[in-house]
């Protein structure tokens, strides 16, 4: 049995500890082919979205199809007709790309020739905890919000590329983030975005007597039973943690219904449910792993929880204090306050109940963990995080220098260089983020398998060799692709929602093809400062609608629903979009998700990143641009200020004289560098061909971004710089916090 020591409410796990089965959804096994039948289980794990030749397959099948379910395999073998599958399935041609993505498929359950399994074969059969508070693993699995969640959703698909040993464990938000509907008057709606687990490849986790695997866990004094689902994303299990459940009391149930909730005392039982509860359902599936990351401070409290577990085994406090430290990771997302979890110590208390009895140490000695000082009445869970986990990073190299100067006074205010916080700067999983045409044209010179087993050097040497016109060519197919989704999408609204011809002008319909197209698209907060083009109407206006050389703007992502600043920076856009004077050259594109994400990086020709200097940790959106070639034009600011090569990948806002007058610095600056260098080097052509000094931005893009700024880079430096050392149980570098 699970060992754990007396608390209020015994948490004895109702499944065992040995590996659980896990139940699945009834699929569409019946109507699939006998010759064909493992496209079933192939759907069910995530893999197959960045492959290729999978994705080809369900596309083959019917290509409609695919695209009117978004690409969702398990809906859309739910839908399709059987005499199609039955055509496919005596298709000498499809049966030879099937056979070989089931072979590939297969080799899944190896780690053998994987990078980790060739680099620390000693460490195959140890385990990383990875702790999200949200995972952007597919659309169709809507418990994502930002950049956080797309971040740790590469992570995972990254880990299972290089045979990392990596165990996800977030929420499993049955209410979905939110749908937005914008009004007439630009201001965002939310409505729900109910999560299907019919239509989705996860499965309820079940022990071995076939019921489901529940950990109780006490919440604001009452019993609640904590179950999981599990989504496999190749070699990767990510288990997401769900209280709804019939046994459970009504408002308990909703504790995972909706993601990042305003309503504060709600947001800490999520947490308190991620930190604890995770670690109890790892433990009740036998899983123990020896190194344990937060990914950001949501996750915090698995801390105390291991904590409560070592010193029940007669470990004293301090001793425990340095082992939880040795063997964890936390990586902090953002310099921004407002991205911090704070808590009155009443909240905690309410929540938790008296915790500290079950982990044998003094309230004070409990809430001192989360207390910035004892004479403050709140309770950080980042000050938490960096007391208990002693390998800290920050998301880039500017981001490390802000973290170490924010936090400083935890180390007595020593000079900044001392101060333990290193940095790996984010990257992207390039086989989920680089488009198919641009995947093709690499594989014409390195090979099908380049992905995988090309070195970025040899990439690199393939990028600046490709042949400009195919390399234009490619890109003008996939912005063609996205405008034509744009139409689509405002016909489908048109139809079937709208009434008001400015909403179909708003949302893109009159966008033209070969005009220079400006893409903007993430979470509408005022520091990322989307209406920075704005503070000059008249001047905007001149640019857009220029007879020779115009230029339009995309413009997509949602406001968090608590956050009115970021919802009236969203309307002043979307208001420019309907206004008749910007003739159509503004759109605004509803309920940003990553299918559309996908589009867009890949289909506009520049992209725009103009966050306030120095509040965005990394800005991982300008990474996905470049890979399929986009330059980018932003501040100085997170993987900017190491990523931008003058001259070769784009353009960079220089840093102002003083934080008083950036926004007025930044926009005339902007505003400069489009009119005498963006617009000229894109338009410096014969019509119907390409400009040589644009292609040359386009590949230095892409060059930059393989060398430098995806999932590969950024998952082996964590190995190498976080879990190996934690795993061998090396020197933690640096002091402890006070």
């Known amino acids: 049995m699970v060992r754990y020591v007396a608390t209020m409410t015994p948490?004895?796990?109702?499944a065992p500890t040995a590996p659980s089965t896990a139940t699945v959804p009834p699929s569409p096994t019946s109507k699939l082919p006998e010759r064909i039948r493992l496209l079933a289980e192939i759907s069910q794990n995530?893999?197959?979205?960045w492959q290729l030749d999978a994705r080809e397959l369900f596309h083959g099948i019917d290509s409609r199809l695919w695209e009117s379910t978004r690409h969702n395999a398990v809906q859309f073998l739910r839908q399709v007709a059987p005499e199609r599958l039955a055509t496919n399935a005596q298709d000498p041609a499809f049966l030879e790309r099937y056979d070989q993505v089931v072979r590939r498929f297969g080799g899944l359950t190896e780690r053998n020739g994987t990078w980790f399994t060739a680099r620390y074969p000693r460490l195959v059969n140890k385990s990383i905890a990875?702790?999200?508070?949200?995972?952007?693993?597919?659309r169709s699995l809507p418990i994502y919000s930002g950049g956080l969640g797309v971040l740790a959703g590469d992570h995972c698909k990254e880990a299972s590329d290089l045979g990392v040993p990596l165990v996800g464990v977030g929420l499993y938000y049955h209410g979905g983030y939110f749908d937005q509907l914008i009004g007439l008057d630009g201001w965002q709606r939310d409505s729900d975005d109910p999560v299907d687990p019919t239509v989705n490849p996860v499965v309820r986790v079940t022990g071995s007597h076939g019921g489901p695997c529940l950990v109780p866990l006490t919440v604001s004094g009452r019993e609640v039973q904590v179950g999981a689902w599990r989504v496999m994303v190749g070699r990767i299990p990510v288990y997401l943690l769900d209280t709804d459940l019939d046994r459970n009391h009504p408002d308990d149930r909703r504790l995972t219904a909706r993601l990042y909730t305003s309503a504060t005392e709600w947001r800490l039982r999520q947490e308190w449910v991620l930190g604890v509860g995770g670690v109890r359902i790892l433990r009740a599936l036998g899983i123990n792993p020896e190194i344990w990351h937060a990914n950001e401070g949501h996750?915090?409290?698995?801390?105390?929880?291991?904590?409560?577990?070592?010193?029940?085994?007669?470990v004293m406090l301090q001793a425990a204090v340095d082992q939880i430290r040795s063997s964890s990771v936390f990586t902090t997302h953002t310099p921004v306050a407002a991205g911090h979890d704070v808590f009155s110590l009443s909240e905690i208390e309410q929540v938790t109940g008296p915790f500290w009895n079950t982990m044998g140490i003094t309230r004070e000695q409990f809430l001192a963990f989360g207390q910035p000082k004892p004479t403050e009445q709140h309770y950080e869970m980042t000050v938490m995080s960096l007391r208990l986990a002693a390998r800290v990073n920050g998301?880039?190299?500017?981001?490390?220098?802000?973290?170490?100067?924010?936090?400083?006074?935890?180390?007595?205010?020593?000079?900044?260089?001392?101060?333990?916080?290193?940095?790996?700067?984010?990257?992207?999983?390039?086989?989920?983020?680089?488009?198919?045409?641009?995947?093709?044209?690499?594989?014409?010179?390195l090979g099908p398998l380049w992905e995988s087993q090309a070195e970025p050097a040899a990439v690199v040497a393939a990028v600046r060799s490709v042949d400009d016109a195919r390399l234009w060519a490619a890109h003008e197919s996939l912005r063609n692709l996205l405008l034509h989704h744009v139409r689509e999408e405002a016909r489908h609204r048109w139809r079937h929602v709208w009434k008001e011809p400015a909403r179909l002008a708003g949302a893109g319909a009159l966008l033209s093809p070969n005009v220079l197209t400006l893409g903007f698209a993430r979470r509408f907060a005022t520091y990322k400062r989307a209406d920075l083009l704005f503070r000059d109407p008249e001047r905007l206006r001149r640019l857009l609608t220029d007879p020779r050389r115009p230029v339009q703007l995309i413009f997509s992502g949602k406001a968090h629903p608590a956050d009115d600043p970021g919802k009236r920076v969203l309307q002043r856009v979307v208001q420019a979009a309907q206004d008749p004077s910007f003739e159509g050259r503004i759109a605004f594109l509803e309920d940003y998700e990553l299918h559309l994400a996908h589009r867009m990086v890949a289909g506009v020709d520049l992209w725009i990143n103009l966050p306030r200097v120095p509040l965005e940790a990394c800005g991982t959106s300008g990474m996905k641009a470049a890979l399929n070639g986009v330059p980018q034009l932003g501040t100085l600011d997170g993987w900017w200020a190491e990523g931008y090569a003058k001259g070769e990948n784009g353009w960079a806002i220089p840093l102002p004289a003083s934080d008083a007058e950036a926004d007025r610095s930044d926009a005339e600056h902007l505003f400069d560098i489009l009119e005498t260098e963006v617009v000229p080097s894109y338009y410096d052509?014969?019509?119907?061909?390409?400009?040589?000094?644009w292609l040359h931005m386009m590949k230095g893009a892409l060059a930059v971004a393989i060398e430098r700024f995806t999932t590969r880079q950024m998952l082996q430096a964590y190995v190498t710089q976080y879990y190996v050392p934690a795993a061998a149980g090396e020197p933690i570098p640096g002091d402890p916090p006070l």
């Open 11 to 14: 948490p004895t796990p109702t």
């Open 46 to 49: 995530l893999w197959w979205s």
């Open 685 to 693: 052509r014969v019509p119907g061909q390409h400009s040589p000094a």
């Open 130 to 138: 990875y702790f999200s508070a949200e995972f952007a693993l597919h």
């Open 299 to 314: 996750a915090a409290f698995m801390y105390l929880e291991r904590l409560r577990e070592l010193i029940g085994n007669g």
């Open 395 to 445: 998301v880039s190299a500017r981001h490390r220098e802000e973290s170490r100067r924010i936090w400083r006074w935890m180390w007595g205010n020593k000079p900044v260089d001392d101060v333990p916080i290193g940095y790996v700067t984010n990257g992207v999983h390039l086989s989920t983020w680089m488009a198919r045409p641009i995947r093709n044209l690499l594989a014409e010179s």
